[in-house]
């Protein structure tokens, strides 16, 4: 999981890169680069790790692709607190496997970022100081199994929208860590769907329970999107280095007119009094999204921030030990490897 609200500054400031005084001959060289790179981007290719690259290209996919990650590791907790309480053992072996889907996401997501030279650890301690951020969404509780439902078909639904066009992203590892993250968000919001769907056809307690969860997640998940896109100055760039293929408001935009459809197969009202048809743009109109309650949780203060980053930290320090014995045994077949040689 997701979004542009990935590529939101992180706590402090970078520091500023001393600028390097070139010579004419280094001046060539790093032109000739930066022309070969706008070649790649203009042809819609690819940009791969060992290729020369624009630092602010590779900081700003730094940035965003460690968001994306943590994202997905935080993204297991609100819904890792439903595995113990699942309805039946189907719902629960349907969610472990979704909640495991969210830790490989963020394993690839961690891959791909470290091929642009920023270590697992470097990124993980920006997370667990409070320095980086990670999507908002996940700064909201799960009071209900309701809940559990909704995040699937409306959180990981929007994540879709937002991660397809990052299939064809220009950075190569990225993009095709998404492929991957993409066919398995399918299966999230499918199985979020199915199970609002079950609880719809139960009692009217259960039905209200769905409802009273659409009420509470749907303008947050309108936010997932990120600030309108005339306040997102970064967006423009974004697009010409081919890291963003569509704009906030336009991804915002796609959801909605896909997700009024499937609410009325389920059978919920969207939360929107503004919420209708318009001939003649072809696509719903919505009502405003409360953006000062966005930036209020993206800085720190939603009502679950600090438990979700407590919960984060104590999880990484309690793996202390099987990071330690994997090292270990990676030595040890290592040392053995290199004594096999040395006997053949
Ligand atoms: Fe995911
Ligand atoms: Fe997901």
């Known amino acids: 999981m997701y979004t542009q609200s990935f590529n939101v500054p992180d706590g402090a400031a970078p520091a500023q890169a001393v600028a390097a005084v070139l010579n004419a001959a280094q001046q060539q060289v790093l032109q000739a680069?930066?022309?070969?790179?706008?070649?790649?981007?203009?042809?819609?290719?690819?940009?791969?790790?060992?290729?020369?690259?624009?630092?602010?290209?590779?900081?700003?996919?730094?940035?965003q692709i460690s968001q994306h990650a943590h994202s997905e590791i935080v993204g297991m907790l609100p819904e890792g607190n439903w595995i113990s309480r699942a309805p039946s053992l189907k719902r629960k072996a349907i969610l472990i496997a979704k909640v495991q889907d969210e830790g490989g996401h963020g394993l690839y997501l961690y891959s791909a970022a470290e091929t642009?030279?920023?270590?697992r650890d470097q990124m993980l301690d920006a997370l667990h100081i409070g320095r980086a951020k990670y999507s908002s969404i996940f700064n909201y509780p799960t009071l209900t199994w309701a809940d559990v439902g909704v995040i699937g078909w409306l959180v990981d639904g929007a994540a879709i929208m937002n991660q397809i066009p990052l299939c064809r992203c220009s950075y190569g590892p990225y993009a095709r860590a998404m492929v991957r993250v993409c066919k398995e968000e399918s299966f999230h919001q499918r199985q979020g769907f199915e199970a609002l769907l079950a609880m719809m056809q139960g009692s009217a307690a259960q039905q209200a329970m769905v409802q009273d969860a659409v009420n509470r997640w749907w303008w947050k998940c309108l936010a997932m999107f990120g600030p309108p896109d005339a306040d997102s100055p970064n967006s423009v760039q974004g697009m010409r280095w081919g890291i963003k293929r569509i704009s906030n408001d336009d991804l915002r935009q796609k959801f909605v007119d896909a997700t009024v459809p499937q609410a009325k197969v389920l059978g919920v009202t969207l939360p929107d009094p503004d919420l209708k048809w318009n001939e003649e743009r072809g696509h719903h109109d919505y009502g405003q999204i409360d953006w000062d309650e966005f930036w209020a949780t993206v800085n720190g203060n939603g009502p679950c921030n600090k438990e979700r980053l407590a919960t984060r930290v104590k999880a990484h320090e309690d793996g202390q030990w099987v990071r330690e014995a994997a090292m270990a045994h990676a030595q040890k077949q290592a040392t053995r490897q290199a004594q096999q040689q040395e006997a053949a």
């Open 33 to 63: 680069a930066q022309t070969k790179f706008d070649a790649v981007i203009d042809a819609d290719g690819k940009i791969e790790p060992k290729d020369w690259m624009p630092d602010a290209y590779r900081k700003t996919l730094v940035r």
């Open 116 to 119: 642009l030279g920023t270590s």
